[in-house]
C-alpha cells in the first residue's frame, strides 16, 4: 500500500443529505464533472462530493521517478506477469474512502466514470459497509478480450501534445482526443471544448501523473473475480458509441456484478454530453433513491 496524501475536493449540498461520491477517470480533474450534473444531484436532495484523484489536479503527486514505461507494463500484462506500479487502483479506492472518513461520512453512493468506475467498482467490493449503491459509468472489469479500444482511440490515447509545456498545444491535443472518443450523436462543438479543455489545463496538468494512474490500471488485471463479490445495488451505464471502451466492456461489467442493472445509451461515447445530463442525473438519482430503500443483500447474492 503507498502512503496516504493529500486529496483536493468539493463538497456541494446540504452535508446532511445523504452523500454521492464522485469518482473521475484517467488523468481527469474534479472539475470533469459537469456543475449541471453535480447540482442536478444536489436539487435531488443528496450532498455531491467530488475530488482530484492522486496524481492529478490540484491532489498530491505519486512518487517522481523514472518515466512510466507503459509499453512495457503492457507487455507484461498481456504475459500476466506482474506489473510494477507506485500505487494500484485499491490505493486510490482507499483516498476515496480517507476522504469519507475525513469528512464523517459513513456511508456513500459511489458513482464512477471509466478508470473511476474501476475504483468504485474496488471501494464496493473491499469496503461493502460503506457503500449505498454503485453507479459504473463507461468502465470494464479489465476483462481484455472486450476492452480494446478502437485503433482511432487508442493512438489518440497514446500519443502526446506536440509541445507538452505549451498549455495551447495541449489543449489542441485535447480537443482532438475528445473529438475522436466523445459522444457522436451529442458533439461539442470546439469552442466549448477548447472553453472546457482549457480551464482544465490551466488549473493543473500532469502527463506524468496521468502515465502513473495507467499503469495502476494495467497492473489490476481482470477484476471479474471481484465483482463478482460486490453486494451494493449497482447500475452499470455505457454508451452504445464508445470507441474507448467499447459497449461489450459495459456489458460484461453488467455480468460480472450480480444482480446489476445495465443501461447502454445510443449515441453516447467516452463522455459526459450536456445533452444527456438531465438523463443521467435522473437514472442515477432514481438508482440511489431505490438502492436507500431497499434492503441490502450479502455480497456475492444476487439481489431479487
Known amino acids: ?40 444531484l444536489v436539487a435531488r436532495g443528496y450532498r455531491v462530493l467530488r475530488f482530484d484523484n492522486r496524481d492529478c489536479g490540484l491532489s498530491g503527486r505519486g ?23 507506485p500505487y494500484t487502483l485499491e490505493d486510490m479506492a482507499g483516498d476515496a474512502l480517507g476522504l469519507m472518513d475525513r469528512l464523517g461520512i459513513e ?6 466514470v471509466s478508470m473511476g468506475g474501476m475504483i468504485a467498482q474496488v471501494l464496493a467490493a473491499r469496503f461493502p459497509g460503506r457503500v449505498l449503491s454503485l453507479t459504473s459509468i463507461m468502465s470494464s472489469s479489465g476483462n481484455r478480450r472486450v476492452s480494446r479500444p478502437s485503433k482511432q482511440a ?3 490515447l497514446l500519443s502526446r501534445p506536440a509541445d507538452p509545456k505549451d498549455p495551447e498545444s495541449v489543449i489542441d491535443y485535447m480537443v482532438e482526443m475528445f473529438g475522436v ?13 477548447r472553453q472546457r479543455l482549457g480551464h482544465s489545463v490551466r488549473r493543473a496538468y500532469e502527463p506524468a501523473g496521468t502515465a502513473r494512474q495507467l499503469l495502476a490500471v494495467i497492473a489490476s488485471g481482470d477484476r471479474r473475480k471481484l465483482l463478482r463479490t460486490i ?6 451505464i455505457h454508451g452504445a458509441c464508445d470507441p474507448l471502451v467499447p459497449p461489450a466492456a459495459g456489458r460484461d461489467t453488467a455480468a460480472q456484478i450480480p444482480g446489476a442493472t445495465l443501461l447502454v445509451i445510443e449515441g453516447m461515447g467516452h463522455d459526459l454530453p450536456a445533452a444527456l445530463l438531465p438523463r443521467l442525473v435522473q437514472v442515477i438519482a432514481d438508482h440511489c433513491d431505490r438502492s436507500a430503500a ?11
Request: glycine residues 10%.
Open 63 to 85: 512518487p517522481r521517478g523514472k518515466r512510466a514505461n507503459l509499453v512495457l507494463a503492457m507487455a507484461a500484462a498481456a504475459l500476466r506477469l506482474p506489473v510494477r506500479t
Open 107 to 112: 456511508r456513500a453512493h459511489i458513482v464512477g
Open 181 to 193: 472518443i466523445g459522444s457522436p450523436a451529442y458533439p461539442s462543438s470546439t469552442e466549448e471544448l
Open 294 to 304: 431497499a434492503p441490502r443483500a450479502p455480497a456475492g447474492q444476487a439481489r431479487s
Open 154 to 156: 487508442r493512438k489518440v
Open 231 to 236: 453486494g451494493a445495488p449497482t447500475l452499470v
Open 1 to 40: 500500500m503507498s502512503q496516504p496524501m493529500h486529496i483536493e475536493y468539493e463538497s456541494l449540498g446540504d452535508p446532511a443529505h445523504p452523500a454521492i461520491v464522485l469518482i473521475m477517470g484517467l488523468g481527469m480533474q474534479l472539475t470533469g464533472w459537469p456543475d449541471d450534473f453535480c447540482y442536478g
